[in-house]
């Protein structure tokens, strides 16, 4: 933590951020929903300190008290945005569950090590208070509340809401936006005071995702194609951003530099990266600056198989960019010092759908010679492919897991359902980039206690580049 008189959490700065402590412990949401085995989603706490007799062990599991939640994201009840106020404290992680639109408050200030149940936020409070369900990204604010972001309404409709909980108490105090306009869908969101502004995402409507994917659900627009803009100060919807039909834009980073007027969002399905930004007028526009080919394919659901972009983020000094392409089955590293040109200078695979011996051939690839080889680590043979991803404060370390969603992992990868998902790290080049898998590290979640479980998205106690913004 910053050493200074009297500090609020997290640093006063992301290049402060980048001087922080490094991680021991992280935690992840480990899901049993549509496994076949009847035990609840669990909060695992995992050792990755390498000095440690339990590194890379799972050393603590905090089990929910329903079943069927869907854990997915988590978030903090304060991070660096409260960081001038000496008052409040990173204590609280928010754990929403995507399915059940339960959201668990979880005490990790008693014991870091070993978190517990603080207070549980039954589904009833958000369609009540809010109309809202589905809930996702949580994100805290300066004021000291904590904003969700939301996927539909309580009947498994699409509706981009947001759901605010006091701080304090995490009491559902009702909605964050003001006015009639909604957008039709929602996912993730990511905000900049400085500009005044919000901007979220959409994925889909709950019913037509919750079980797997229908191609035909695209056609019918039950999936998204836009950055919603958002007034932050008057909490209301002011401008959608068309990213292309059939895009379904997921994860959503500003660059973490308070000041700055830019950032990217990864569209799953089209395969693209796109910078948004403010233009000289004021609004906001976004241009495509990655764009992954999509492969002919043979044995496949479709004859072109997209990357499906499923998570990025941006290093704390906003040098680089990483995505995972969660059915290609690589991650990628990109220099943005020119944020209008991002240059490849680190890629591995660790799986994916296209491996030699597989069920799919390759019939074209505008970008590979062959099929890459299974990936192979400890003697296990990984299912799935590369999916939430966290780096290291100083950028030097890329931890990955391997599931998306438990009813897209079921379609998509039914080994990775049979098996359980992985841990993966990966060392970073942050000189002249470049990607090395850590051989001696695999966090198994096929070995768990219950049976094989899906570990979903990574989380450091004292905040990371993903849960950290900076006003």
Excluded at 253 to 281: I, Q, W
Excluded at 298 to 321: A, K, N, V
Aim: negative net charge; aromatic residues 10%.
């Amino acid at each position: 933590m910053a050493k200074c008189g009297a500090c609020g959490p997290g640093y006063a700065t992301p290049l402060d951020a980048m001087k922080g402590p490094r991680e021991e412990i992280v935690y992840l949401p480990c899901i049993y929903r549509n496994t076949g085995i009847e035990k609840p989603d669990y909060l695992a706490t995992v050792d990755v300190d390498p000095k440690s007799p339990h590194y890379c062990q799972v050393i603590h599991r905090l089990p929910m008290p329903n079943l069927k939640d869907e854990l997915h994201h988590s978030g903090w009840n304060a991070c660096s945005s409260c960081f001038g106020d000496a008052t409040k404290r990173r204590n609280r992680l928010i754990l929403p569950s995507l399915i059940s639109s339960r959201i668990y408050v979880v005490d990790v200030g008693t014991d870091l090590r070993a978190p517990r149940i603080h207070k549980i936020v039954e589904p009833v409070e958000l369609f009540w208070k809010g109309n809202v369900a589905n809930p996702h990204t949580s994100h805290c604010l300066g004021s000291g509340d904590i904003l969700i972001s939301c996927l539909g309404d309580p009947s498994g409709n699409g509706k981009g809401g947001f759901i605010l909980l006091d701080g304090e108490t995490f009491e559902v105090k009702g909605n964050w936006e003001n006015g009639e306009k909604v957008p039709p869908l929602g996912y993730d969101f990511w905000y900049q005071p400085r500009h005044n502004v919000l901007m979220s995402t959409e994925w889909g409507a709950p019913k037509a995702l919750a079980d797997g994917f229908n191609p035909d659900d695209v056609e019918r627009g039950h999936y998204g194609c836009r950055i919603n803009v958002w007034d932050w100060s008057t909490h209301t919807y002011i401008q959608a951003i068309d990213l292309g039909k059939g895009s379904i834009p997921l994860e959503i980073r500003f660059l973490h530099n308070p000041d700055a007027a830019e950032g990217f969002v990864g569209c799953a399905l089209s395969g693209a990266v796109h910078r948004f930004y403010k233009t000289e007028k004021g609004d906001w526009a976004a241009e495509k600056v990655i764009q992954v080919p999509s492969k002919k394919v043979q044995g496949w659901l479709l004859p072109d198989m997209p990357g499906l972009i499923t998570d990025i983020l941006i290093s704390l000094d906003d040098r680089f960019l990483y995505f995972s392409n969660w059915l290609h089955g690589d991650i990628r590293q990109y220099d943005i010092s020119n944020t209008h040109k991002p240059k490849l200078v680190g890629q591995l695979f660790l799986g994916g759908s296209i491996t030699k011996g597989g069920p799919i051939t390759v019939v074209e690839d505008k970008e590979l010679q062959c099929q890459p080889d299974p990936f192979v680590i400890k003697g296990k043979r990984v299912p799935g492919g590369p999916q939430m991803i966290q780096l290291s404060l100083d950028g030097k370390r890329l931890y990955v897991t391997s599931s998306l969603y438990s009813g897209w992992d079921k379609q998509f990868y039914p080994d990775l359902v049979k098996e359980g998902s992985v841990m993966l790290q990966i060392d970073v080049d942050t000189e002249r980039g470049g990607l090395k898998v850590n051989k001696n590290f695999l966090v198994d979640f096929g070995k768990e206690p219950e049976g094989p479980v899906l570990a979903h998205e990574i989380r450091y106690p004292g905040g990371d580049s993903t849960s950290d913004i900076w006003m």
